[in-house]
């Protein structure tokens, strides 16, 4: 079974443009979630989508935001970029569902530079 | 919201030996204990995970313990090969659907030959 998927691997844009980065979930499984990885903030949850719904969401301002589609894709998406966004931006998936916890797995991240 | 505090923030063995690494956690609510292991230029690896109603859970050269009444869950790696080196971070989060990871800040475990 193929694994997480995330397109493009690197970017390189400059401040004040926007980003589009895209994610495909492991054959079946519902969830996607975003996850922002630095140096010094470390692993933190952007948020979490589950048949195209957003069903959770971290400290983030509303200029990142995202999506999922009915084949389970998500895209993230952050607009006005800053220096301070750039990081690896990791999408995870699992089954999802209510009533439990569901073993996420983690793409290669899209790694995101803004000059 | 959750904290997760992960000890140490590095950790360098002698092949062959053991390795533990702990964490603590402040949501009484939490009850799921993820932890990965990633390496350079890659994304988090699950290697193992414990639900809040099993203390202990072994796969190989893999252990985690979890002591809900003090919040706290460890890593146990016996046996450590070359191949083990990366950071390796902990996680918890509530049931209930919820899949919102609170991730501790990682442990570099170098494996000295």
């Known amino acids: 079974k193929a694994g997480v998927t995330q397109t493009p691997r690197y970017l390189i844009k400059t401040r004040g443009q926007q980003v589009t980065l895209s994610c495909s979930p492991i054959?079946?499984?519902?969830?996607v979630s975003w996850y922002q990885q630095t140096p010094g903030q470390g692993l933190q949850f952007l948020f979490e989508?589950?048949?195209?719904?957003?069903?959770n969401k971290g400290n983030f301002p509303g200029r990142f935001s995202g999506r999922q589609f009915s084949n389970s894709r998500s895209e993230m998406n952050v607009s006005t970029l800053e220096l301070g966004d750039s990081a690896l931006y990791l999408c995870?998936?699992?089954?999802?569902?209510?009533?439990?916890?569901?073993?996420?797995?983690f793409g290669p991240g899209t790694r995101l530079t803004v000059t | 919201g959750e904290n997760v505090e992960q000890h140490p923030s590095t950790l360098s063995v002698q092949e062959g030996d053991s390795a533990v690494i702990k964490c603590t956690y402040s949501?009484?609510?939490?009850?799921?204990f993820p932890w990965y292991k990633q390496e350079l230029g890659k994304g988090p690896q699950l290697i193992i995970d414990?639900?809040?109603?099993?203390g202990e859970k072994k796969d190989q050269r893999i252990a985690v313990t979890l002591n809900k009444t003090a919040k706290h869950f460890s890593l146990h790696i016996t046996e450590t090969q070359p191949e083990d080196s990366a950071v390796y971070f902990c996680?918890?989060?509530?049931?209930?659907?919820?899949?919102?990871?609170?991730f501790g800040t990682g442990t570099r475990l170098t494996i000295i030959p």
């Open positions: 054959s079946g499984h519902r969830s």
């Open positions: 949501d009484s609510a939490s009850n799921y």
């Open positions: 989508y589950f048949s195209e719904t957003q069903r």
């Open positions: 996680a918890a989060s509530r049931d209930f659907g919820n899949e919102k990871l609170t």
């Open positions: 414990i639900r809040s109603n099993v």
């Open positions: 995870a998936s699992s089954l999802g569902g209510s009533g439990g916890s569901y073993e996420q797995y």
